[in-house]
């Protein structure tokens, strides 16, 4: 069974420009997840997809968006980028969406590592 | 506010000791996560649990629901267990989201 995907690995982008980010979730999971990774921060909840349906939300601004096609893929994309929206992100799938999930894991990918200059 | 406290934030080894990561969460939640991150970046899910205890080779992880306390152990650790742990603690209900620890950075010398 194949992994979860995401593409591309790596990504240098600049301020103001505006980027998408893809995630492949491991065949049979509708759940995507994405969060972001900087030294500062640590991880942090950006939102989910479950059967092409924003779930939830965390606390980014506007700029973050997602969306999710028929067969569970999720782009994640970010507009007008600025220099501390460089991270790394990751995406997650599950089986079961986060709300309802009490015993299914997580498998997450490799991640996309952004540099905005 | 929903807040996850991790400790500590580096642990150095002996190859063969016995290691334990703490991990505290603030309020109730669904179930916790221990997550492995190795230099590169990738994330791998070690255990979900919302109570008791799992085991999984030569890891140990238990929560403690009315402490608000989990702690990831590892028997007879090897340079290979070097990697940065993180703790996540899972909201359901309307959340729905994780809240994550800042992570404990493991190394295990030879």
């Known amino acids: 069974k194949a992994g979860v995907t995401q593409t591309p690995r790596y990504l240098i982008k600049t301020r103001g420009q505006q980027v998408t980010l893809s995630c492949s979730p491991i065949?049979?999971?509708?759940?995507v997840s994405w969060y972001q990774q900087t030294p500062g921060q640590g991880l942090q909840f950006l939102f989910e997809?479950?059967?092409?349906?924003?779930?939830n939300k965390g606390n980014f601004p506007g700029r973050f968006s997602g969306r999710q096609f028929s067969n569970s893929r999720s782009e994640m994309n970010v507009s007008t980028l600025e220099l501390g929206d460089s991270a790394l992100y990751l995406c997650?799938?599950?089986?079961?969406?986060?709300?309802?999930?009490?015993?299914?894991?997580?498998?997450f990918g490799n991640g996309t590592r952004l540099t905005v200059t | 506010k929903n807040e996850v406290e991790q400790s500590p934030q580096n642990l150095t080894a002996q190859e063969g000791e016995f290691i334990t990561i703490n991990c505290s969460y603030s309020?109730?939640?669904?179930?916790l996560h221990w997550l492995q991150q190795h230099p590169g970046g990738g994330i791998v899910s070690l255990f979900m649990?919302?109570?008791g205890k799992k085991k999984h080779g030569r890891l140990i992880a238990t929560i403690n629901i009315q402490e608000k306390h989990s702690s990831l152990h590892i028997t007879a650790s090897h340079p290979r267990d070097s990697a940065v742990y993180i703790c996540?603690?899972?909201?359901?209900?309307?959340?729905?989201?994780?809240?994550f620890g800042k992570g404990t950075k493991l190394s295990v010398k030879p």
């Open positions: 996540a603690a899972h909201y359901g209900g309307s959340q729905g989201n994780l809240i």
């Open positions: 649990l919302s109570s």
């Open positions: 997650a799938s599950s089986f079961f969406p986060l709300v309802q999930n009490t015993n299914s894991p997580l498998h």
């Open positions: 997809y479950f059967s092409e349906t924003q779930r």
């Open positions: 065949s049979g999971h509708r759940s």
């Open positions: 309020v109730g939640i669904s179930a």
